[in-house]
């Protein structure tokens, strides 16, 4: 039944993602002409949420009764499988935690790590905003935890990444933005079966890096699903430092680096001119790579050194870790990149049999848990398929959209979001409604905003990382509470 709904809404998927590239009679064609698929496909989908057997006795199976060395908590916590695709055996983990108080009233929030292939487990949820930190043999509670707003699902996705696992493992290969979004639905569908009490709450999803193609991918089938069977009660999506138009996003590193004085005059020119970073990143992935790009990232990787972390360019490299999400957007070679001081305590963590048993989690196809797949072999030419056009059509439906920026990382610069979000809110004649000021968490600037028609919103989180809950943990809870609630950032403090 799958395979055949996930063929169609893959159509429909590549259909919206490529709009702004067909010309308008061809668009109409092509797209008209998939809708009696999608149809059947949505209903298909329909049908086979309706009939699962599964109810809430089944989640019993995968609470947690208590993590090693876990501090005692009032909150219940999940984990387990969700098979999302029969035929091919297709698996997806997740880790689920309630909120720390009245989590009946509290809304559903799905968060996404990125890579692609890294893992929302390791990363968000023992290294973000998840309630707790590993260190040594015990955990620690992790004071501005998400939970204390929300309900947080965090999902191990696509299949290869974290406990998740594929026996047909012919996936690995072929593993692409639309097959991930279409199990990302199912895993959802799937899981409201488990937990049906959640079925109707208000859900929100969240996440950074590489999900900027996940998250708007998975809430446009959402949208389509709903025009069929109101199912889901989508209010909103935020995004940290994401991926949403690669040619921006990426060139916008050279100014960043430079204007941060991470690189020279000379090789700012160069890196602008002869070589820019699309066309590097464009290149490696095709294994075309020509001298003169390898030259000018020689010397840009010189210049910046590998004692600095790209991804937060103002900590010590010790200090900020949770690096290896992130790594496949900067083709470089890991040691360049990757700090082990705080992602060594997840490995170890997560890599422990008591810990694995009470995760109801199991390794398979592979000898050890790892941050980032070591067996997945994304389609990386994914990265140019442009999700700002998503992001508009979304915006279009009314779901309300927050882009975030640590601005303190030169991977996915501040500056290149705030463009994309500038000209977005420009086509889709939006005006601003909350000029460009700071805003404040406690007594201090947590950052800059700017807010278009009530509905598209940009924040830079201050002294923020890629991963910006790791770094600054309390700024970003307080962005992440105001978006909840959708008021805007405290002006005052």
């Not at 989590?103 to 949820?125: D, E, M, T």
């Not at 959640?198 to 998250?215: F, T, W």
């Not at 464009?282 to 910046?304: A, D, K, N, W």
């Amino acid at each position: 039944m799958f395979p055949s709904a996930m063929s169609s809404l893959s159509l429909y998927s590549s259909c919206s993602l490529r709009a702004s590239l067909l010309p308008p009679i061809m668009f109409t064609i092509v797209c008209k002409s998939m809708v009696i698929l999608i149809a059947a496909a949505l209903l298909q989908l329909s049908y086979s949420f309706q009939m699962k057997t599964e109810s809430s006795h089944l989640s019993i199976a995968d609470k947690i009764s208590k993590l090693p060395g876990q501090p005692n908590v009032t909150f219940e916590q999940f984990s387990g499988y969700i098979t999302v695709d029969e035929k091919e055996k297709r698996h997806l983990f997740y880790y689920f935690v309630e909120a720390e108080r009245d989590p009946s009233s509290k809304p559903l929030v799905l968060w996404l790590n990125g890579g692609p292939g890294c893992s929302s487990v390791g990363v968000g949820a023992f290294s973000e905003n998840g309630p707790f930190r590993p260190s040594g043999r015990v955990l620690l509670r992790n004071e501005h935890s998400w939970n204390k707003e929300a309900n947080i699902l965090y999902l191990e996705t696509p299949a290869g990444v974290g406990f998740s696992y594929s026996l047909d493992t012919s996936f690995y290969e072929r593993a692409n933005d639309k097959l991930t979004s279409m199990d990302n639905l199912v895993f959802l569908l799937r899981w409201f079966s488990k937990f049906p009490q959640y079925k109707d709450r208000d859900l929100y999803i969240a996440g950074e890096s590489y999900a900027g193609h996940y998250i708007p991918q998975l809430a446009d089938l959402i949208v389509q699903y709903n025009k069929k069977e109101r199912l889901f009660n989508l209010k909103g999506l935020a995004l940290g430092n994401p991926v949403l138009e690669f040619a921006t996003d990426f060139n916008s590193r050279a100014e960043y680096f430079w204007s941060h004085g991470l690189i020279s005059d000379s090789t700012y020119h160069m890196f602008t001119t002869a070589c820019n970073y699309s066309r590097y990143v464009g290149e490696y992935y095709r294994g075309s790579l020509s001298s003169i790009c390898s030259r000018v990232m020689s010397q840009v990787t010189q210049e910046t050194s590998r004692f600095v972390d790209k991804y937060d360019v103002t900590l010590d490299v010790c200090i900020s870790s949770v690096l290896s999400q992130s790594k496949v957007l900067s083709p470089e070679k890991v040691e360049d990149t990757l700090d082990v001081c705080v992602e060594d305590e997840t490995l170890i963590f997560l890599n422990r049999k008591d810990v694995q048993d009470a995760l109801h989690a199991e390794l398979n196809g592979v000898s050890r848990w790892t941050v980032c797949s070591s067996v997945l072999e994304y389609d990386l030419l994914n990265l140019e398929i442009p999700t700002i056009t998503l992001l508009g059509s979304l915006v279009k439906s009314r779901i309300p959209v927050l882009v975030y920026s640590g601005d303190q990382d030169s991977v996915i610069p501040l500056t290149g979001s705030r463009t994309l979000l500038h000209k977005l809110a420009h086509e889709l004649r939006l005006n601003t409604t909350v000029p460009y000021r700071v805003w404040f968490e406690g007594q201090q600037v947590g950052g800059w905003t700017q807010v278009y028609g009530n509905i598209l919103s940009f924040a830079t989180i201050r002294g923020a990382s890629h991963e910006a809950p790791f770094s600054q943990p309390e700024r970003s809870l307080g962005l992440f509470r105001a978006f909840l609630q959708g008021r805007p950032l405290p002006e005052t403090f």
